[in-house]
């Protein structure tokens, strides 16, 4: 028979230590048992359970997947609410940093910055904080030499100058971009680049030029670019259809500028993206206004508070609106 040894905490405190660190390793385990078990067991709503899940694997100490769900919260309610959305993927920032630097750490880096940037209108990030997540995202992707990520940065930092009101270094922004895009064999990386140019010049009062980008944009690229091309999550597609009716209504050709604003909300409906179903809606109301149709312009004024309502009142809706 072996002996039996005793051993004894000799202070308080140890035993209060290794009694928290079991206590803490039996949170983990519990933690990641209820997270496999929601993963396997109810697979046909894992997009609705992704910040649940993220919370588990947190609680786990299993920082890539938690990284992982995060990002997939943030997708699943980036279309409807950015305040939301915005905290996820701040998440997926911060939890990046704490990753080994690996390819997985850079990928999931670079998505945060990406999106966080196209954020910029909607959740008040400021130029200074844009710039910040500007060069962090291309920091991670030069090493591991991903120019489509590299653009797709400075594409979406567009989006912060938008927000900051410095036109001009947006449109200019925007044309070197362009030029960079087209250097580069992917569909996605340049119907994002046209996206950014055509709103660069419609921002610019530059109608002629916006048009014509626009109805580029239409001519070239699908109709149902992957949601995973679409930089910042906005349908290039949707966005051209937008601009095309706002030049068309400044332009003098109001019938024709109307029903684009009409096919414009038809198709970010499809999409989910209630953001651009609020611009036409607050540009369709205006055209109304200037054809003295009264009550097709109060109309177009009801549809985009309730649109705004739905996107939980984010600042540039609220603009808009006022």
């Known amino acids: 028979s072996y002996p039996v040894v005793e051993y004894a905490f000799q202070h308080p405190l140890t035993l209060e230590v290794a009694l928290g660190s079991q206590l803490r390793e039996r949170q983990r385990q ?6 496999n078990s929601i993963e396997s067991q109810d697979t046909a709503r894992l997009e609705e359970n992704a910040a649940l899940l993220a919370q588990h694997w947190e609680g786990a100490g299993e920082l890539l997947n938690a990284a992982h769900w995060h990002r997939r919260a943030a997708e699943w309610v980036g279309l409807t609410d950015f305040a939301a959305a915005n905290l996820h993927w701040q998440r997926v920032r911060q939890l990046a940093r704490e990753l080994p630097n690996d390819k997985a750490a850079a990928t999931l880096g670079i998505a945060a910055c990406t999106r966080l940037l196209g954020l910029s209108l909607s959740a008040n990030i400021g130029l200074e904080q844009a710039r910040s997540m500007l060069e962090e995202g291309q920091n991670r992707a030069n090493p591991i030499g991903d120019s489509r990520a590299h653009l797709a940065l400075s594409q979406a930092y567009g989006f912060a100058l938008n927000s900051a009101g410095d036109m001009v270094a947006y449109l200019q922004l925007t044309r070197e971009n362009l030029q960079a895009a087209l250097e580069i064999d992917d569909t996605g990386i340049q119907a994002s680049a046209s996206m950014y140019l055509v709103d660069a010049l419609g921002h610019a009062g530059r109608l002629r030029e916006t048009l014509e980008v626009a109805e580029d944009g239409l001519e070239r690229f699908p109709r149902n670019l992957p949601t995973e091309e679409r930089n910042g999550g906005i349908n290039p597609y949707s966005m051209f259809s937008f601009w095309r009716g706002y030049c068309l209504v400044w332009l003098g050709r109001r ?10 909300r038809e198709l970010a409906n499809e999409d989910g993206s209630l953001e651009i179903v609020g611009y036409a809606l607050v540009l369709a109301a205006e055209a109304h206004c200037y054809g003295n149709e009264a009550e097709e312009a109060k109309m177009c ?3 985009c508070e309730e649109n705004s309502s739905r996107l939980k009142d984010p600042a540039n809706m ?3 609106r006022q």
């Not at 019938?255 to 414009?264: I, M, N, S």
């Open 30 to 35: 519990v933690h990641a048992m209820v997270a």
């Open 255 to 264: 019938p024709e500028g109307l029903k684009e604003f009409a096919r414009c």
């Open 301 to 303: 004024a009801r549809l």
């Open 318 to 320: 609220i603009a808009c």
